[in-house]
T-cell receptor, first 115, second 115 residues
Framework: GNSVTQMEGPVTLSEEAFLTINCTYT??????LFWYVQYPGEGLQLLLK?????DKGSNKGFEATYRKETTSFHLEKGSVQVSDSAVYFC??????????????FGKGTKLSVKP | KAGVTQTPRYLIKTRGQQVTLSCSPI?????VSWYQQTPGQGLQFLFE???????NKGNFPGRFSGRQFSNSRSEMNVSTLELGDSALYLC??????????????FGAGTRLSVL
């Protein structure tokens, strides 16, 4: 079945460091891919998305490129801030030919950024 | 425009009781999905509703049920609560039914504690 694997956390970085959170997926067909972020005590917020191969999603300095050849959707940011501390989830759409509105999530990666 | 609203934010129940959680989607959104988030299992899909019909269901026992009303508001019910049902329950709404490109917007969740 479809699945998402993302790197284990927690990840601790100093402010202005470079961030990479790895995400790979297993799926048949062409799912859409997403990164969601969850701040403490809150629900999930969509960070960025990509709907087809080679698409690059970007938002708030974060980027991820849909790589079909490596089945990956790694999240990157050139210079992290303390306010980026959160849990990041990689996800794919559960069904891309039909009507199923479910997302399949990775386990999440907790990021802590120190001043 | 108001976001996805979930009530209540916190609930404490005892084993064997039942509970009902409520979700009001973003105005105009017709699809509502529910997810369970636990430290051990991560985010897992429960079910999706569209136009008052359950369109997809995750791998949860029949104690978990839901419904959607004509105004797109949704409720989920858990009967005969077990300790393992303690979790954050997240509701997400989207404009259309499933699909690969629909963005799901999440509420802040209801944290259920079963004692």
């Amino acid at each position: 079945g479809n699945s998402v694997t993302q790197m284990e956390g927690p990840v601790t970085l100093s402010e202005e460091a470079f961030l990479t959170i790895n995400c790979t997926y297993t799926a048949t067909g062409y799912p859409s891919l997403f990164w969601y972020v969850q701040y403490p005590g809150e629900g999930l917020q969509l960070l960025l998305k990509a709907t087809k191969a080679d698409d690059k999603g970007s938002n708030k300095g974060f980027e991820a490129t849909y790589r079909k050849e490596t089945t990956s959707f790694h999240l990157e940011k050139g210079s992290v801030q303390v306010s980026d501390s959160a849990v990041y989830f990689c996800a794919l759409s559960g069904n891309y030919g039909g009507s199923q509105g479910n997302l399949i999530f990775g386990k999440g990666t907790k990021l802590s950024v120190k001043p | 425009k108001a976001g996805v609203t979930q009530t209540p934010r916190y609930l404490i129940k005892t084993r064997g009781q039942q509970v009902t959680l409520s979700c009001s989607p973003i105005s105009g959104h017709r699809s509502v999905s529910w997810y369970q988030q636990t430290p051990g299992q991560g985010l897992q899909f429960l079910f999706e509703y569209f136009s008052e019909t359950q369109r997809n269901k995750g791998n949860f026992p029949g104690r978990f049920s839901g419904r959607q009303f004509s105004n797109s508001r949704s409720e989920m019910n858990v009967s005969t609560l077990e300790l393992g049902d303690s979790a954050l329950y997240l509701c997400a709404s989207s404009l259309e039914q499933g699909g690969t490109k629909n963005i799901q917007y999440f509420g802040a969740g209801t944290r259920l504690s079963v004692l």
